[in-house]
Antibody, heavy 118, light 110 residues
Framework: EVQLVQSGAEVKKPGATVKISCKVSGYMLTDYYMHWVQQAPGKGLEWMGYVDPEDGKTKYAEKFQGRVTITADTSTDTAYMELSSLRSEDTAVYYC???????????WGKGTTVTVSS | QTVVTQEPSFSVSPGGTVTLTCGLRSGSVSSSYYPSWYQQTPGQAPRTLIYSTNTRSSGVPDRFSGSILGNKAALTITGAQADDESDYYCVLYVGSGPVVFGGGTKLTVL
């Protein structure tokens, strides 16, 4: 069974950087694309980007371009999402989601809560 | 900027059938947008229901089906149950990589 285990909750100050991990089990990271999705409190889901762990290629949503970096460490079967220049609007739950394709998400992690507060 | 539209809310009676739609503010949705659908209950991670227009994800009952209806993607739930009460999101692939979520539909079963 494919499972995604995300790192724990984070509290950051404005302007800081957060890096969240997503470790896969039950399959090899290179078998799937890894997407990241943001959900602010009381709001809908917003796609941030994905990485193809096979070659490290990424694609990001325009909204997050320049602030987000998604990477994959195939030696540990772990994907990462780094978001910089944090502001209060980045307070959200962040989900990783694996998929056999770049155009949908299939298996989801449980989410990581990031709180940005001074 | 691509805007994906969904009904903000919908209601269905227990045992009834409901069809939620997913459109584009500008243009028509076709299978080349690879529409997918997700269910989310409060406090939980999303669950994938449908991808590539009409392929059910593993473990999803056949009460859930996807299609293209006119110029929109559609998710049909037949035999609605109380635990179908959730938020439903669609996603469209807009080409050259990005995917875009719709704003979601809050489904009430009553």
């Amino acid at each position: 069974e494919v499972q995604l285990v995300q790192s724990g909750a984070e509290v950051k100050k404005p302007g800081a950087t957060v890096k969240i991990s997503c470790k896969v089990s039950g399959y090899m990271l290179t078998d799937y694309y890894m997407h990241w999705v943001q959900q602010a409190p009381g709001k809908g889901l917003e796609w941030m980007g994905y990485v193809d762990p096979e070659d490290g290629k990424t694609k990001y949503a325009e909204k997050f371009q320049g602030r987000v970096t998604i990477t994959a460490d195939t030696s540990t079967d772990t994907a990462y999402m780094e978001l910089s220049s944090l502001r209060s609007e980045d307070t959200a739950v962040y989900y990783c989601a694996a998929s056999g394709s770049y155009y949908y998400m299939d298996v989801w992690g449980k989410g990581t809560t990031v709180t940005v507060s001074s | 900027q691509t805007v994906v539209t969904q009904e903000p809310s919908f209601s269905v009676s227990p045992g009834g059938t409901v069809t939620l739609t997913c459109g584009l503010r500008s243009g028509s949705v076709s299978s080349s947008y690879y529409p997918s659908w997700y269910q989310q209950t409060p406090g939980q991670a999303p669950r994938t229901l449908i991808y590539s227009t009409n392929t059910r994800s593993s473990g999803v009952p056949d009460r859930f089906s996807g299609s293209i209806l006119g110029n929109k993607a559609a998710l049909t739930i037949t035999g609605a149950q109380a635990d179908d009460e959730s938020d439903y999101y669609c996603v469209l692939y807009v080409g050259s990589g990005p995917v875009v979520f719709g704003g979601g539909t809050k489904l009430t079963v009553l």
